[in-house]
DNA sequence: TTATTAAAATGAACACTGTTTAGTAAATTT
DNA sequence: AAATTTACTAAACAGTGTTCATTTTAATAA
């Protein structure tokens, strides 16, 4: 009486090969570069049959999100070993870039792409995307406990570090980083994450 | 034998009501969510004659891109009749937040789209973008005049100021704020602005 | 004024896109 | 073996950017 059982599993099985499929594609070419026809030639199905996995194009969007998100977390697992907070706090910077030169498309889909964002707030996606925010404000609260960042709202300020961060990394991914020239180009965000260090560990 | 002349002229209207029509359909509905084929309904004639005057949807994404950077060069007027540098550059940010969420489709092409911006350095459009970058850069200097951003690099400073401003305008553009409550949500702007503001007063 | 030439505009097509639906084939249950 | 449920797909719909042969319009020459 496994029938219905393993059919589920067949389902789950199914839906992790077009979402491997998507992601594979996705990372080579973007989001919007991907086609559901593309994603269906890649697992030899039709189109359609995407469509009984997924309710559209953006239900993949959601699980690549996710998914992005997971890599992130994973990503920035090396910082566990690091134990002062103030030194965690610049590697994340540091990996932080490092993931987003690394895999564009990941950095794309995670905080520059539209798309509508009104998802699950209790499902897996979300969760490892909340999981990383909240380790960015963790490692702020912490600094706080070594006298860094004294008389300023942690939750304010992990936004504003994050929000500089993603200025640098969006900016350069979208190619804003044209008006300097080539030589000087390449070196803006080193320098300008070096100052911003510098003005952290200040503050 | 003025012939050549108004028909150069003509070319020329023509150009500039293709680029009205669709300015004010990108306006309402974004780039990506207006076809060829609106901008001919608008003008009244088939998507075909598009092709005549504009290469591609993406010479007139050029367009447009310049014409945003004029806007906004326009909205930063007020800040001539502001003396103090330091004063001049809070209002540089405070302008460039209401810019940002009062014509959100011009900073997504300005800013936040993906398009070939290999587009022509001595072109119109390209220094309309150039001189506002180049207003911040000249008022971070004015600033280090006035016993402000002692010993740093202006140009970097710059960019990482810059970056903060974008960070924080598109992640909030690009609804990335929903990990934040509602109730916070709306305010962690504002906050993380006056701490930034905070911040550069004490650099 | 008419015929010729040049310019401007277009209808129709091409190769795509996301998505839906009606119908077929296969697996499971009765 | 027949009936039913499930899985899948071909074909179509309505849209996209873009191209090109053809027609319409305007300017020039006879």
């Not at 699980?63 to 977390?73: M, P, Y």
Request: aromatic share 14%; net charge neutral; proline share 2%.
């Amino acid at each position: 009486m496994g029938v219905k059982e393993r059919k589920e599993r067949d389902r789950q099985e199914m839906r992790e090969t077009i979402l491997q499929s998507a992601h594979q594609l996705f990372v080579d070419k973007g989001f919007d570069d991907v086609s559901i026809r593309n994603i269906a030639e890649a697992i030899e199905y039709s189109p359609a049959t995407i469509y009984l996995y997924f309710k559209d194009k953006n239900e993949i969007f959601y699980a690549l999100h996710g998914e992005a998100f997971k890599r992130f977390n994973e990503f920035m697992g090396v910082l566990a070993t690091i134990k002062d907070p103030f030194k965690r706090l610049i590697k994340m910077g540091e990996l932080y870039m490092e993931f987003t030169f690394k895999f564009p498309q990941y950095y794309d889909i995670m905080f520059i792409m539209q798309a509508p964002m009104d998802c699950d707030k209790n499902s897996e996606e979300w969760k490892e995307g909340e999981s990383a925010h909240c380790q960015l404000e963790n490692v702020v609260k912490e600094c706080q406990g070594h006298n860094y960042f004294k008389n300023k709202d942690y939750k304010t300020l992990s936004f504003l570090i994050w929000s500089t961060m993603h200025g640098m990394c969006s900016l350069a991914l979208r190619d804003r980083l044209k008006i300097y020239e080539e030589a000087e180009r390449s070196k803006m965000i080193d320098k300008s994450f070096k100052m911003f260090k510098q003005i952290l560990s200040d503050l």
